[in-house]
């Protein structure tokens, strides 16, 4: 069992890796002088955001449970509270190089990026996910690293915090647009978790237990194709136009008018049939999808 280091703070990050940080809430770390033997195999969580890129493999890194190699040259975005493991097997590479930027949500307190921290759902993505940059992505994320760094170097003034916020978004948005591009690239392969999608909801659907077996959830969907919950909807979304929670909503109402339709029961049993547990959630989500109440579309029909 290895074990467990849980770092607070931009301090403790210097202290574990042996820097001494510039700034108490964001540091810059570049890889190409790091030293990452560790004498034990260890697993660390922290209370800050990680963002890294590396061209090689100095450990083997583990993010959950799945293994997670930098050889490709990938960016890997952590959130705070989420478990990295590392082996102390260490891989010597004379060419090695990358760079890690960390920074402490109180960076981003009471600004606007703070508010919209939670949009970047690529930090809630598995490591199998990461994002592969090429040569021009990369050098572009590098130079909003390079200019934190810099920034970093000078005297702290009143415009530190909003030069260097600046830049973290700026790179945040960079990263976003990136996984855009890497979801149209591997676009055939994102056929493939379509159609799984569709499948595994229409057999769920057609097996008619809903109210034993309750409706499916964003997090079964992703486990059925082997993807995070983040990834498998910002995939869908970029693909179909909805996100995942929306599929399954469609395939909900569109059992629902089957039902309503085929049989006279009441809507609280249709509600009740289709594993809701309070049939006004089911009447507000059928109206909002369709723009009629339940008993007005069996009306209709």
Same mark, same amino acid.
């Given at each position: 069992m290895s074990n467990i280091i849980h770092l607070q703070s931009i301090a403790d990050l210097g202290n574990f890796a042996q820097f001494k940080p510039k700034h108490p809430l964001v540091a810059v770390v570049d890889f190409s002088n790091?030293?990452?033997?560790?004498?034990?195999?260890?697993?660390?969580?922290?209370?800050?955001?990680?963002?890294?890129?590396?061209?090689?493999?100095?450990?083997?890194?583990?993010?959950?449970?799945? !293994?997670?190699?930098?050889?490709?040259?990938?960016?890997?975005? %952590?959130? !705070?509270?989420?478990?990295?493991?590392?082996?102390?097997?260490?891989?010597?590479?004379?060419?090695?190089?990358?760079?890690?930027?960390?920074?402490?949500p109180d960076l981003l307190r009471g600004t606007a990026l703070g508010g919209e921290m939670a949009e970047y759902t690529f930090f809630q993505y598995e490591v199998s996910e990461a994002l592969h940059l090429s040569d021009k992505e990369k050098n572009i994320l590098h130079d909003c690293v390079q200019k934190i760094e810099n920034e970093l170097q000078e005297n702290i003034d009143t415009h530190s915090q909003t030069l260097i916020i600046s830049n973290i978004e700026l790179l945040l948005n960079y990263a976003a647009r990136y996984y855009g591009r890497?979801?149209?690239?591997?676009?055939?392969?994102?056929?493939?978790?379509?159609?799984?999608?569709?499948?595994?909801?229409?057999?769920?659907?057609?097996?008619?237990?809903?109210?034993?077996?309750?409706?499916?959830?964003?997090?079964?969907?992703?486990?059925h194709v082997h993807l995070s919950a983040s990834y498998l909807s910002d995939l869908l979304k970029k693909e179909t136009g909805m996100h995942a929670q929306?599929?399954?909503?469609?395939?909900?109402?569109?059992?629902?008018?089957? %039902?309503?339709?085929?049989?006279?029961?009441?809507?609280?049993?249709?509600?009740?049939?289709?594993?809701?547990?309070?049939?006004?959630?089911?009447?507000?989500?059928?109206?909002?999808?369709?723009?009629?109440?339940?008993?007005?579309?069996? *009306?209709? *029909?």
């Amino acid at each position: 069992m290895s074990n467990i280091i849980h770092l607070q703070s931009i301090a403790d990050l210097g202290n574990f890796a042996q820097f001494k940080p510039k700034h108490p809430l964001v540091a810059v770390v570049d890889f190409s002088n790091f030293d990452e033997e560790l004498d034990e195999a260890v697993r660390i969580s922290a209370d800050f955001y990680s963002i890294m890129f590396k061209n090689y493999c100095a450990n083997n890194l583990r993010y959950g449970r799945r !293994p997670f190699d930098f050889q490709e040259g990938s960016l890997m975005c %952590v959130a !705070p509270r989420q478990v990295l493991s590392m082996d102390n097997e260490v891989q010597p590479r004379d060419d090695k190089m990358g760079w890690g930027l960390f920074f402490h949500p109180d960076l981003l307190r009471g600004t606007a990026l703070g508010g919209e921290m939670a949009e970047y759902t690529f930090f809630q993505y598995e490591v199998s996910e990461a994002l592969h940059l090429s040569d021009k992505e990369k050098n572009i994320l590098h130079d909003c690293v390079q200019k934190i760094e810099n920034e970093l170097q000078e005297n702290i003034d009143t415009h530190s915090q909003t030069l260097i916020i600046s830049n973290i978004e700026l790179l945040l948005n960079y990263a976003a647009r990136y996984y855009g591009r890497q979801f149209i690239t591997r676009k055939k392969a994102n056929s493939g978790v379509l159609s799984k999608v569709e499948a595994y909801l229409r057999q769920h659907f057609r097996k008619g237990n809903l109210q034993e077996a309750g409706l499916p959830t964003v997090n079964e969907l992703a486990e059925h194709v082997h993807l995070s919950a983040s990834y498998l909807s910002d995939l869908l979304k970029k693909e179909t136009g909805m996100h995942a929670q929306d599929h399954i909503h469609y395939h909900l109402i569109e059992e629902a008018k089957n %039902v309503l339709i085929s049989t006279d029961h009441s809507v609280s049993e249709v509600a009740y049939a289709l594993g809701f547990g309070y049939p006004q959630y089911f009447s507000k989500l059928f109206k909002k999808k369709t723009g009629y109440s339940p008993a007005e579309f069996r *009306n209709l *029909n």
